[in-house]
């Protein structure tokens, strides 16, 4: 038994269900010492076990069928009773990651026909019921009725089948695990279908790979594991309480980045815009490449990364002495502070777990998150030669002239007074340029190196790892290539890794997307100059993963049972399927609100533009024209409620900004981040919390819905005065609109109350009787307001304010530079 094959045992434990659940082979179809196993499903994994190893000649890669022996499949066929130790380490795995199964009443349907639930539910009793289609990763949206036909499993089993003849690693296999099986349910039949066959399966990987380093290192012996075995069997009641459920089995490690918005933003240049998004693409290669130099100098996989993205990392390991990690956390940092100076830090501590601790996993994770925010006030002192590397003076001297012009520190020669560039500042731009019409990472490892890193390459190198990004592929050994921007698996080739989020980008110049803006109507240019900033957050995460943790000792409580829940399982299903609405299906909406509408208006001009600085985790900061962003606000708001299928609990908070093109982008960062946080502090007078979702336009906090409103409002002002409609106004209408709400308020307030007076809004109108159409947009505010509850109600008359600011910018008069 080696690392590889405790890794594929584990992996294939599981995967008779799907099999069985094709109807293809009966149960005496099988061999004969498969069918006296009692449970189903081991037989038809050992089956498959079986047939790669037997038949190399059909095409199964060399890598299964050496490693898929006798021995796995005994493992895998015997995981409900196993017959040696390494059998035991599976089942004690799979039972550890199954605690999280919820008993569920047996519905009236056909196992087969049973589809996955979206997790969102379980957090929000008032969100939709949504369950996944049985397809491919490709589709990731959860909808309220699904159906599943008899054939598609068949279907989906055999496109896995006929993609398993490329695979190489066990990341690849991985991979198509993720790929084929993430919208599978893992337990159809007397419990909640809430975990897929691909989440249950990586989980219980990952604890076979754990408890298998222990056990041959010497810290668990086969002795300890019957212990577990038998603590963990369901008509045990109190046997956790052996001092083996409290010895530090686990080691949990977490990094998180800060100065990232100095470091990000900290860009003045004709090039600012390649600069930036080669600064982003390395915020996302730096967690990805750090977490992955720990993984693999411990002897571990990706399987054991529970998260990786947005700025920070998860991995959970085994025991790992304190040595080893401070050396591993002391070279990465080290190699930081030489490329960046004090930039960027990246802090990396851990926590030793006992299995007790992790059935309170989520309360762990925010201990450690604690012990993490003092380390990072304690910047560098991890550093090995400190003094060395930080304190003492360096030799080199950088005279007048010779100095960076971007970040003032590293010498730069045969420069040009004017723009001066450091090779560091430098690779930035050539990360963009090399990603912009790229489609794959390529991965080569190579032998690690001491070398000061001159270049972000080299800091990479340092690592062990040579990047580069490539618009095609070459089949090579000894690489490991990754797709950008989508799960779209190739016909004869199969990846290492999907890096989803934003790569590519088209266009670099703010200038030129500012006059994105403008539209030439009777041969005038209409329309500011400006860029529009948004950045948006997911709410309420802390308080969702402590619902979460909360929910499994609630079923414990209500079950009155002594069995504990591990929530590992699902807080990774949680925060995968969160990233995977903003690595997908926000990068998806972007480009759809670039594309040209030729019905639109008769309005002439470019198409508008969307600068992705980063999407990932759950979060999103982007620059571009502001119809365009006003626009997406509103999508990507619409699109995570119809995701989640809640409107209270999973919501989206927003900052918009609209500034010049040539506004600083520190200060213009800064700007919008401010207006998200007001935007998630905000409360009215009678509420005792904040509700969040809620949108921070420059001053102004509006509902999504308000903001709607005040977007159609200024497009019937634009309409009017730019007469796209027959509809002339003068542009003197907008400051009449803007003097308008000291009337509208106090209707406003009225309506709210449920009293209204029909001569006040009479009034009102003849007020603005010579803008008809905009009278009755917003008399009909009052009247929703009357009838309707809830998020349809306006309570903020300053989106009028709003719609005029908007308004002004796209009907002043343009100019051309």
């Given at each position: 038994?080696?690392?590889?094959?405790?890794?594929?045992?584990?992996?294939?434990?599981?995967?008779?269900?799907?099999?069985?659940?094709?109807?293809?082979?009966?149960?005496?179809?099988?061999?004969?010492?498969f069918?006296?196993?009692s449970?189903?499903?081991?037989?038809?994994?050992?089956?498959?076990?079986?047939?790669?190893?037997?038949?190399?000649?059909?095409?199964?890669?060399?890598?299964?069928?050496?490693?898929?022996?006798?021995?796995?499949?005994?493992?895998?066929?015997?995981?409900?009773?196993?017959?040696?130790?390494?059998?035991?380490?599976?089942?004690i795995?799979?039972?550890?990651?199954s605690?999280?199964?919820?008993?569920?009443?047996?519905?009236?349907?056909?196992?087969?026909?049973?589809?996955?639930?979206?997790?969102?539910?379980?957090?929000?009793e008032?969100?939709?019921?949504?369950?996944?289609?049985?397809?491919?990763?490709?589709?990731?949206?959860?909808?309220?009725?699904?159906?599943?036909?008899?054939?598609?499993?068949?279907?989906?089993?055999?496109?896995?089948?006929?993609?398993?003849?490329?695979?190489?690693?066990?990341?690849?296999?991985?991979?198509?695990?993720?790929?084929?099986?993430?919208?599978?349910?893992?337990?159809?039949?007397?419990?909640?279908?809430?975990?897929?066959?691909?989440?249950?399966?990586?989980?219980?990987?990952?604890?076979?790979?754990?408890?298998?380093?222990?056990?041959?290192?010497?810290?668990?012996?086969?002795?300890?594991?019957?212990?577990?075995?038998?603590?963990?069997?369901?008509?045990?009641?109190?046997?956790?309480?052996?001092?083996?459920?409290?010895?530090k089995?686990?080691?949990?490690?977490?990094?998180?980045?800060?100065?990232?918005?100095?470091?990000?933003?900290?860009?003045s240049?004709?090039?600012?815009?390649?600069?930036?998004?080669?600064?982003?693409?390395?915020?996302?290669?730096?967690?990805?490449?750090?977490?992955k130099?720990?993984?693999?100098?411990?002897?571990?996989?990706?399987?054991?990364?529970?998260?990786?993205?947005?700025?920070?990392?998860?991995?959970?390991?085994?025991?790992?002495?304190?040595?080893?990690?401070?050396?591993?956390?002391?070279?990465?940092?080290?190699?930081?502070?030489?490329?960046?100076?004090?930039?960027?830090?990246?802090?990396?501590?851990?926590?030793?777990?006992?299995?007790?601790?992790?059935?309170?996993?989520?309360?762990?994770?925010?201990?450690?998150?604690?012990?993490?925010?003092?380390?990072?006030?304690?910047?560098?002192?991890?550093?090995?030669?400190?003094?060395?590397?930080?304190?003492?003076?360096?030799?080199?001297?950088i005279?007048?002239?010779?100095?960076?012009?971007?970040?003032?520190?590293?010498?730069?020669?045969?420069?040009?007074?004017?723009?001066?560039?450091?090779?560091?500042?430098?690779?930035?731009?050539?990360?963009?340029?090399?990603?912009?019409?790229?489609?794959?990472?390529?991965?080569?490892?190579?032998?690690?190196?001491?070398?000061?890193?001159?270049?972000?390459?080299?800091?990479?190198?340092?690592?062990?790892?040579?990047?580069?990004?490539?618009?095609?592929?070459?089949?090579?050994?000894?690489?490991?290539?990754?797709?950008?921007?989508?799960?779209?698996?190739?016909?004869?080739?199969?990846?290492?890794?999907?890096?989803?989020?934003?790569?590519?980008?088209?266009?670099?110049?703010?200038?030129?997307?500012?006059?994105?803006?403008?539209?030439k109507?009777?041969?005038?240019?209409?329309?500011?100059?400006?860029?529009?900033?948004?950045?948006?957050?997911?709410?309420?995460?802390?308080?969702?993963?402590?619902?979460?943790?909360?929910?499994?000792?609630?079923?414990?409580?209500?079950?009155?049972?002594?069995?504990?829940?591990?929530?590992?399982?699902?807080?990774?299903?949680?925060?995968?399927?969160?990233?995977?609405?903003?690595?997908k299906?926000?990068?998806k909406?972007?480009?759809?609100?670039q594309?040209?509408?030729?019905?639109?208006?008769?309005?002439?001009?470019?198409?508008?533009?969307?600068?992705?600085?980063?999407?990932?985790?759950?979060?999103?900061?982007?620059?571009?024209?502001?119809?365009?962003?006003n626009?997406?606000?509103?999508?990507?708001?619409?699109?995570?409620?119809?995701?989640?299928?809640s409107?209270?609990?999973?919501?989206?908070?927003?900052?918009?900004?609209?500034?010049?093109?040539?506004?600083?982008?520190?200060?213009?960062?800064?700007?919008?981040?401010?207006g998200?946080?007001?935007?998630?502090?905000?409360?009215?007078?009678?509420?005792?919390?904040?509700?969040?979702?809620?949108?921070?336009?420059?001053?102004?906090?509006?509902?999504?819905?308000?903001?709607?409103?005040?977007?159609?409002?200024?497009?019937?002002?634009?309409?009017?005065?730019?007469?796209?409609?027959?509809?002339?106004?003068?542009?003197?209408?907008?400051?009449?609109?803007?003097?308008?709400?000291?009337?509208?308020?106090?209707?406003?307030?009225?309506?709210?109350?449920?009293?209204?007076?029909?001569?006040?809004?009479?009034?009102?109108?003849?007020?603005?009787?010579d803008?008809?159409?905009?009278?009755?947009?917003?008399?009909?505010?009052?009247?929703?307001?009357?009838?309707?509850?809830?998020?349809?109600?306006?309570?903020?008359p300053?989106?009028?304010?709003?719609?005029?600011?908007?308004?002004?910018?796209?009907?002043?008069?343009?100019?051309?530079?």
């Amino acid at each position: 038994m080696d690392d590889t094959k405790i890794l594929l045992s584990s992996l294939f434990h599981d995967i008779g269900k799907v099999l069985e659940r094709t109807k293809k082979f009966e149960k005496q179809e099988l061999p004969q010492e498969f069918q006296k196993i009692s449970y189903g499903h081991p037989r038809y994994s050992a089956f498959l076990v079986r047939v790669i190893r037997e038949n190399s000649d059909k095409n199964f890669p060399k890598f299964l069928v050496e490693n898929l022996t006798e021995e796995v499949e005994d493992i895998v066929l015997n995981h409900h009773n196993p017959t040696n130790e390494y059998g035991l380490i599976v089942q004690i795995a799979d039972w550890l990651s199954s605690s999280e199964r919820e008993e569920k009443e047996e519905q009236k349907v056909q196992y087969t026909n049973i589809p996955l639930s979206a997790p969102f539910k379980r957090i929000d009793e008032n969100a939709d019921e949504l369950f996944y289609p049985l397809t491919t990763l490709e589709n990731i949206f959860p909808q309220k009725e699904v159906k599943i036909d008899p054939y598609e499993y068949d279907k989906l089993f055999n496109e896995f089948l006929n993609k398993l003849k490329y695979v190489e690693s066990f990341e690849q296999l991985l991979l198509l695990y993720e790929y084929f099986f993430s919208n599978v349910p893992a337990q159809t039949v007397g419990f909640e279908p809430d975990i897929s066959i691909y989440d249950h399966s990586r989980i219980t990987t990952a604890l076979s790979h754990i408890l298998y380093k222990n056990y041959t290192n010497g810290i668990l012996t086969r002795e300890d594991l019957e212990k577990i075995k038998n603590g963990l069997l369901p008509q045990k009641k109190n046997d956790t309480q052996d001092d083996i459920f409290n010895k530090k089995l686990f080691t949990f490690i977490n990094g998180d980045l800060s100065g990232i918005q100095s470091f990000l933003f900290n860009v003045s240049s004709e090039r600012a815009g390649r600069m930036l998004k080669g600064k982003s693409i390395f915020l996302d290669l730096l967690t990805r490449y750090s977490a992955k130099y720990i993984l693999e100098n411990t002897g571990f996989t990706q399987v054991n990364a529970i998260y990786i993205g947005g700025g920070n990392f998860e991995l959970l390991l085994s025991y790992i002495p304190e040595d080893t990690l401070k050396k591993l956390r002391s070279f990465i940092t080290e190699n930081l502070w030489k490329l960046l100076g004090e930039d960027l830090y990246l802090g990396i501590e851990w926590m030793y777990l006992s299995i007790n601790d992790l059935f309170n996993f989520i309360e762990k994770k925010k201990e450690l998150k604690n012990i993490l925010e003092k380390r990072k006030k304690s910047r560098y002192k991890e550093i090995d030669n400190f003094y060395d590397v930080i304190i003492k003076p360096k030799d080199e001297n950088i005279g007048e002239g010779e100095y960076c012009t971007i970040c003032g520190k590293k010498k730069v020669k045969d420069a040009s007074p004017q723009e001066r560039w450091c090779n560091t500042c430098n690779s930035f731009v050539e990360l963009a340029n090399d990603a912009i019409k790229a489609n794959y990472l390529i991965e080569e490892k190579v032998n690690l190196r001491t070398n000061t890193p001159d270049t972000i390459f080299d800091f990479f190198k340092n690592l062990g790892y040579s990047l580069k990004f490539e618009p095609h592929i070459e089949k090579k050994p000894n690489i490991r290539i990754y797709k950008l921007e989508d799960v779209i698996l190739n016909e004869d080739f199969i990846p290492h890794g999907f890096l989803l989020g934003s790569f590519k980008i088209d266009i670099t110049d703010f200038e030129e997307i500012a006059k994105r803006n403008m539209k030439k109507i009777n041969n005038e240019n209409y329309g500011d100059m400006k860029l529009a900033y948004l950045k948006m957050d997911a709410d309420n995460m802390g308080s969702i993963f402590k619902k979460l943790s909360e929910k499994e000792r609630e079923k414990q409580k209500d079950n009155n049972s002594d069995k504990k829940s591990l929530a590992l399982t699902r807080y990774g299903i949680l925060s995968r399927r969160i990233e995977l609405f903003f690595e997908k299906e926000v990068l998806k909406l972007i480009k759809d609100c670039q594309k040209s509408d030729e019905n639109q208006t008769p309005e002439k001009g470019k198409k508008g533009y969307i600068y992705p600085i980063f999407i990932g985790g759950d979060d999103l900061f982007v620059i571009g024209t502001y119809d365009e962003i006003n626009d997406l606000a509103l999508k990507v708001h619409n699109k995570y409620s119809e995701y989640t299928g809640s409107k209270n609990v999973f919501t989206i908070s927003g900052g918009i900004y609209y500034l010049p093109d040539n506004f600083p982008l520190i200060r213009g960062a800064s700007l919008v981040e401010e207006g998200l946080e007001r935007a998630k502090s905000f409360k009215y007078p009678e509420e005792e919390t904040p509700q969040k979702g809620k949108l921070c336009i420059e001053e102004d906090i509006l509902s999504y819905k308000e903001f709607e409103k005040a977007i159609k409002i200024s497009n019937d002002i634009t309409d009017g005065i730019l007469k796209y409609k027959g509809e002339k106004f003068s542009r003197a209408v907008i400051s009449k609109i803007q003097r308008s709400i000291k009337g509208f308020n106090p209707l406003l307030e009225a309506s709210l109350k449920g009293k209204i007076s029909p001569p006040a809004i009479w009034r009102f109108m003849y007020y603005l009787r010579d803008y008809p159409k905009l009278a009755n947009e917003l008399s009909d505010i009052l009247l929703t307001n009357l009838f309707e509850r809830g998020e349809e109600r306006i309570r903020n008359p300053r989106l009028i304010i709003v719609a005029t600011k908007i308004a002004k910018m796209k009907t002043r008069r343009g100019r051309e530079q």
